[in-house]
């Protein structure tokens, strides 16, 4: 047996006291970080997330005189490849969606643009203060299902929510639900949440949240969660919360199998997405605002405003570790679970943290690049690390001393 799986062996089996006391993580090693390559940038070089397409890395940027563009970087001949202008689109600096050959770009505040890739051409281009003025915009982001990519507005003058997607590639508009409430409450809904069940039924889920037009009526504020068919037609609904329908929800749901986990405000909240019977209803004080990510099996990770970490058993809802001193993803930014790591930059241009996925513990970084990286990415097909700086892209492996 190796020192490294001596090391990682005692860190798994101190971890559960490590949860309950609640300390600084603990160091399992020693990681090097190995830089392979670096691209030189024409443009200034956002920290926000980048994304990839096939061997591209596609980064948010700025020329000379600060105009707004898309830069690809080619991985396999590591050159600056193209730019593309944002100056007269929305959704720049926003969460790059990649979804076969469409980059799918979304500003709640301005509108949703679709661009095909190869093509370099803009598919769809919606402008929510020209083309729905005096609709509510969802925070939830875009869903991508099939060759459609869906989004939310809400009227307040007609207390209807729609949910429209945008078709690709011909980027036509289509309306795919119409819920309307009585003239006391405003309905939102999000974004849908695509799955498939264990008896190969595709459906979706979306929330509703009921809001209040009058407080001085006696009237509840509520968020439901409802389950949908592939016509959009109500398999089941629960009320989440019996107040609160104005509390703001930023991220969608996750399902893996027939098990589907959410968080609203402090609590954790998994769902039979088949029978619609609730599993698990935990308070999770450091979650606040939290989103989760997917890794495998019935495993999911938990961020919050608080910058806490978890790991979470959705079997049980009981942290497999969590560590709350922690340097901690940021709101912006996703965190990337790779092989045995969990690997993320703190904010803007930072140092790397090396998380051990078993465990939780840390591994010490001997070499972090001199002025800070952003989040990065990893490239299946050269093997390696890509992340950025203002002005390059760099490509480097992690290495245990």
């Given at each position: 047996?190796?020192?490294r799986?001596?090391v990682?062996?005692?860190?798994?089996?101190?971890?559960v006291s490590?949860?309950?006391?609640?300390?600084?993580?603990?160091?399992?090693g020693n990681?090097?970080?190995?830089?392979s390559w670096?691209i030189?940038?024409?443009?200034?070089?956002s920290?926000r997330d980048?994304a990839?397409?096939?061997d591209q890395y596609?980064?948010?940027?700025m020329?000379a005189?600060?105009?707004p563009?898309?830069?690809?970087?080619?991985?396999?001949?590591?050159?600056?490849?193209w730019?593309?202008d944002?100056?007269n689109?929305?959704?720049?600096g926003t969460?790059?969606?990649?979804s076969?050959?469409?980059?799918?770009v979304?500003?709640?505040?301005?509108?949703?643009?679709v661009i095909?890739?190869?093509?370099?051409q803009?598919?769809s281009?919606?402008?929510?203060?020209?083309d729905?003025?005096?609709?509510?915009?969802?925070?939830?982001?875009?869903?991508?299902?099939?060759?459609r990519?869906?989004f939310t507005?809400?009227?307040?003058?007609?207390?209807?929510?729609?949910?429209?997607s945008?078709?690709?590639?011909?980027?036509?508009?289509v309306?795919?639900?119409?819920f309307?409430?009585?003239?006391?409450?405003?309905?939102?809904?999000t974004s849908?949440?695509f799955?498939?069940t264990?008896?190969n039924?595709?459906?979706?889920l979306?929330?509703?949240?009921?809001?209040?037009?009058?407080?001085?009526?006696a009237?509840?504020s509520?968020?439901?969660?409802v389950?949908?068919?592939?016509q959009f037609?109500?398999?089941?609904?629960?009320?989440?919360?019996?107040e609160?329908?104005?509390?703001p929800?930023?991220w969608l749901?996750?399902?893996?199998g027939?098990i589907m986990?959410?968080?609203?405000i402090?609590d954790l909240?998994?769902?039979?997405?088949?029978?619609?019977?609730?599993?698990?209803?935990?308070?999770?004080?450091k979650?606040?605002g939290?989103?989760?990510?997917?890794?495998?099996?019935?495993?999911?990770?938990?961020q919050?405003?608080?910058?806490s970490?978890?790991?979470?058993?959705?079997?049980?809802g009981?942290?497999?570790w969590?560590i709350?001193?922690?340097?901690?993803?940021?709101?912006?930014?996703?965190?990337?679970?790779?092989?045995?790591?969990?690997?993320?930059v703190?904010?803007?241009f930072?140092?790397?943290t090396v998380?051990d996925d078993?465990?939780?513990?840390?591994?010490?970084?001997?070499n972090?690049?001199?002025?800070?990286?952003?989040?990065?990415v990893?490239?299946?097909?050269?093997?390696v690390?890509?992340?950025?700086q203002?002005?390059r892209?760099?490509?480097?492996t992690?290495?245990?001393?």
């Open positions: 047996m190796s020192i799986e001596i990682l062996l005692l860190a798994i089996a101190l971890s490590f949860i309950a006391c609640n300390k600084e993580p603990i160091i399992v990681i090097n970080i190995n830089q670096e030189d940038s024409d443009f200034t070089l920290y980048a990839l397409y096939q596609l980064i948010w940027g020329d005189s600060d105009n563009f898309l830069i690809a970087f080619d991985l396999e001949t590591q050159v600056q490849s730019a593309f944002f100056s689109i929305s959704g720049w969460k790059l969606n990649v076969e050959n469409y980059l799918i979304k500003d709640t505040q301005s509108g949703i643009t095909d890739l190869d093509l370099r803009t598919v281009a919606i402008r929510f203060a020209q729905y003025p005096g609709w509510e915009v969802s925070d939830t982001p875009v869903s991508i299902e099939g060759n990519v869906f507005l809400s009227n307040p003058d007609t207390y209807e929510s729609h949910l429209l945008i078709n690709l590639p011909s980027g036509n508009i309306t795919e639900l119409v309307e409430s009585d003239d006391f409450m405003i309905p939102r809904i849908p949440t799955y498939t264990s008896n039924e595709s459906n979706s979306v929330t509703i949240q009921l809001k209040r037009t009058n407080l001085s009526m009237r509840t509520a968020t439901l969660l389950s949908l068919d592939e037609d109500t398999n089941w609904l629960d009320t989440i919360h019996f609160n329908g104005t509390h929800i930023k749901p996750v399902v893996k027939d986990a959410t968080t609203f402090d909240i998994a769902y039979n997405v088949v029978t619609g019977q609730k599993l698990l209803d935990q308070e999770l004080p979650a606040s939290a989103k989760l990510i997917l890794n495998s099996g019935e495993v999911y990770y938990a919050g405003q608080k910058r970490i978890q790991k979470l058993d959705l079997s049980s009981s942290p497999m969590s709350d001193t922690s340097p901690a993803p940021s709101d912006f930014g996703d965190f990337l679970i790779n092989s045995e790591y969990v690997v993320y703190r904010e803007s930072g140092n790397l998380l078993i465990s939780g513990a840390k591994y010490q970084i001997t972090q690049v001199n002025g800070g990286i952003s989040n990065p990893y490239s299946d097909n050269q093997q690390y890509v992340s950025h203002s002005d892209v760099i490509g480097f992690l290495e245990h001393e």
